[in-house]
Structures are given as C-alpha cells and as structure tokens.
C-alpha cells in the first residue's frame, strides 16, 4: 500500500504565504500523476493543481492561478504546493493524491492514492 504523507499547513494572514509539501516513499513516484486537491466544511472535494509525471507540465483551478504553484522534486519523492496571496476562501484541508494516468486529471475520484490532509486556515 503506498502512502502519502502531507506537511506545511497552519495557520497564516491573509496575503501570506505557505509551502506544502507531500512526501511518498515509493521508488516508482516518478512515473505518477501528482495533484492537490481540497475540501472545506460542507462542501466537496476540489481540485487546486496538479502536476503530469512525463514532461511536468501542470494545471490549476481558475481560482488559484497566478496564487499558487506545483512542482516536484523526484530525487526526494515529494511534490510541493507553494501558495501566495492567501484568502479565506482558501481555508481547507488540503490533500495530496496520486495518480497512474499520463495527464492531470481533475476528478478526485480517479486518483488512486491519497495523503491524510493538512488543514490550512487563512485568517481575515
């Protein structure tokens, strides 16, 4: 059973910054699809970003774009969320998923792997 282990959240300003970050023991984590999703209170699970394993090329949610970046460093297993211009509405647990498919996807349902959350919360 592979794992995925999320860090970097808590509690910040609004405009602030953080840096998340998901480390996966796994030699194969190259070869995946990584992305970052989040879920507020009520409401479902949402695609923020992601990050496709054969050229690294990336997409984000509308609401994000510009705010927040992908990346991932392979030699360490882990994928980074770095996120700038905090809001409130970005309050959430974030979490990060893996996937097998060639190309983000933004369904969470199609992610086959997933990290337990951390909670982000953007104070006003």
């Known amino acids: 059973q592979v794992s995925l282990v999320e860090s970097g959240g808590g509690l910040v300003q609004a405009g602030g910054s953080l840096r998340l970050s998901c480390a996966r023991s796994e030699r194969t984590f190259s070869m995946y699809t990584m992305g970052w999703f989040r879920q507020a209170p009520g409401k479902e699970r949402e695609f923020v970003a992601g990050i496709n394993w054969s050229d690294d090329s990336t997409t984000y949610a509308d609401s994000v774009r510009g705010r927040f970046a992908i990346s991932r460093d392979n030699a360490k297993n882990t994928v980074y969320l770095r996120m700038n211009s905090l809001k409130p509405e970005d309050t959430a647990v974030y979490y990060c998923?893996?996937?097998?498919?060639?190309?983000?996807?933004?369904?969470?349902?199609?992610?086959?792997?997933w990290g337990q959350g951390t909670q982000v919360t953007v104070s006003s």
């Open positions: 998923a893996a996937d097998r498919a060639l190309g983000v996807r933004t369904n969470p349902s199609e992610y086959d792997y």
